[in-house]
């Protein structure tokens, strides 16, 4: 069985691991698959669109099960906050989605991402870091390294799995 990550970034393929061990004859395969949505993208059902875009894309590219993992940021009333999606698609056409870890954003990042700048180039400029993205990530900044960017989107691939599991042994 192939299974498909739409993304070639370090942090996302690390973070898909419980497929491949819950799938024991399961191959990962790393596709670069285009979100379709904005390069930074600016709510939650954008990022969401993004992860399903990506996870679709993969079963498009011949794996049984794809996954999509998004980072975004979304408005509320009291600031910018960072936003994660998965997405889980197979060939039988399932898609399952699910959202990961919140933070309040500081005001100059917020700034910048209002200035049209992407949050990954704004992390690497604010760490000395340009492959910060595809390591700790602005969730491993804010939290001070109690959470990188492959863990948050374990969590989420973790539900994912639970999901699609759930769904297949109705």
């Keep these: 069985m192939r299974i498909g990550i739409g993304s070639e970034n370090p942090a996302k393929i690390e973070a898909v691991r419980p ?29 969401k669109e993004g992860a399903i875009n990506r996870a679709k894309d993969c079963v498009k590219q011949g794996a049984e099960i794809g996954l999509g993992l998004e980072g975004g940021v979304m408005e509320m009333a009291d600031g910018m906050y960072l936003c994660n999606w998965g997405a889980v698609a197979d060939s039988e056409g399932n898609i399952f ?12 990042v917020v700034q910048g991402l209002k200035q049209g700048k992407e949050l990954g180039t704004l992390m690497g400029e604010l760490t000395n870091d340009p492959e910060i993205r595809k390591k700790d990530g602005a969730i491993g ?9 492959s863990e948050m989107f374990l969590h989420i691939a973790t539900i994912l799995l639970g999901q699609y599991v759930y769904n297949l042994n109705k």
């Design 97 to 108: 989605s699910a959202a990961g870890a919140r933070i309040l954003l500081p005001n100059d």
């Design 19 to 47: 497929f491949i061990m819950y799938f024991k004859d399961a191959k990962l395969v790393s596709y670069s698959s285009d979100s379709l949505v904005s390069a930074q993208p600016f709510s939650d059902e954008e990022t």
């Design 141 to 149: 900044v804010f939290t001070s390294g109690m959470l990188s960017r």
